[in-house]
């Protein structure tokens, strides 16, 4: 028994020995680097600063500011004044273009990109119009299918038919809903058509008729269907 208690009291003695140690061991390392240790907490604090002075002094305001410039676009395209809305009006308003280079960054930019996308696709200058809607990020779930639709009647407007279908495609799919989805179906198949592509036009008249009942775009979708048929010979 007395044997045990020595062996625990030698371990115990032992162990303290080893965290004596390790603790002279580190108070001898803050003592060698205790200049390095201090720049090191100040460089932290001074990167610290840096975000909060970033965030509440430059971020907050100038998205508070590239909102209120974008209200004012806002205010012109729905009064389809497109090209005042893209280029300002000279006294109190400048342009979508000049909110996105001048806020780039915030959320009320990347809305300015879609802005002056639809506001040039409007005024046929199809290639600014896919520039800019390119450009725009959304995971909204109607705005990014209607981007991304547009941009397949930017590539129809430019000829490029094939690509404008690849793109109502994604959007269809992308919206995945009973009121955009067949939108983009409808487009696509009138697309496939024209390029004699019967069977392909028939798929996407099929799709809206099977999987959007509801929509509007059903309720005459029938005769497309028989057009298609009729045109590849079924």
Known sequence: MANQKSGKNTEATTAEK???QLVSRSEQFIENNKK???YGIIGVAIV???ILAYNNLYKAPRSHNAQAALFRGEY???K???NLALNGNGVDYDGFEQIIDQYGGTKAANLAKAYAGICYYKTGDIESALKYLKSFKS???NVAP???GLIGDCYIESGNVKEGIAYFEKAAAKANNDFLSPIYLKKAGIAYESLQQYADALKAYTAIKEKHAASMEAMDIDKYI???QLAAGN
């Open 36 to 38: 390095n240790i201090t």
């Open 48 to 50: 610290i600063a840096a």
């Open 18 to 20: 080893e965290v004596g």
């Open 76 to 78: 012109y395209f729905q």
């Open 226 to 228: 028989v057009r298609a």
């Open 146 to 148: 209607a981007i991304t």
């Open 80 to 82: 389809d004044s497109f």
């Open 139 to 141: 995971d909204e779930d």
